[in-house]
């Protein structure tokens, strides 16, 4: 009863402890726009021993500075939102980047800061970029409303979290699977958006884009090897006995 009663903790042992991960992750950051290579190492099965069960990509990006200002130059007021948004996109010709819905991972990956802005008709400053508060002849308008508004953006971040798809693992120039190395791009552009003020000049500054790639796999020993480690501290706590 006794032996019946360890041989039931130890296979229980070896199920709770079969499934593992390993995670790698790279950063990446540009200004503005950015195109870094980021190399990964390739799941090793050592000999077979390891059985690969899943690969998960986790994109994380954050963008941080940047401003946009307006001067109205039309005779008509407006209002609306002005936005910076840095968008990244993954892509590799090493492995496959397609999620078990056979949808793409890692693309089109916003962070976006939004401000809501206010200006006036143009107040006589002239036609360009003018960053004036007061205008010529001054604004009358209470509160005081001239033909200027802009931020200094807030910092945005997002994520993103996909299964590799498992016919996957082994596609690719190289794959998942191996004892080398891939490379995945992290693709970054930034963009302003001041659509909303059509009769405006701007004035701006980039924003810092940066973040981080994250390959999970998570992989089980092969039955054998998982039954040899059980009989073998089977066989210890035995002998100790």
Sequence with gaps: MKSRILLVAVASIGLASAYTTIPQTQPFSFIPTGYPTLTFNQFD????????TGVTITTNVNKTGGSLFLDNDSTSP??????????????????ALIDGAFQPIGNNIDATSTYAATVGADN???SGFQAETTGFPPVTATPPINDYDGTYFADAYNTQTKN?????????????IGTGTFVITAGGIQSVDYSAFG??????????????????????????????????VLALLRRRR
């Excluded at 099965?45 to 690969?52: E, S």
Aim: net charge negative.
């Design 45 to 52: 099965t050592n000999g077979g021993l390891y059985t690969l």
């Design 78 to 95: 407006a209002s609306g939102n002005i936005t910076q948004t840095v968008t990244i996109t993954l892509s590799s010709a090493d492995v």
């Design 124 to 126: 006589g400053d002239g």
């Design 164 to 176: 590799v798809n498992a016919f996957a693992f082994g596609s690719g120039l190289t794959g998942y």
């Design 199 to 232: 009769g405006a000049a701007y004035s701006g500054t980039p924003t810092t884009a940066y973040g981080d790639v994250t390959i999970t796999y998570t992989y089980i020993p092969e039955p054998g090897a998982a039954l040899l480690g059980g009989i073998g």
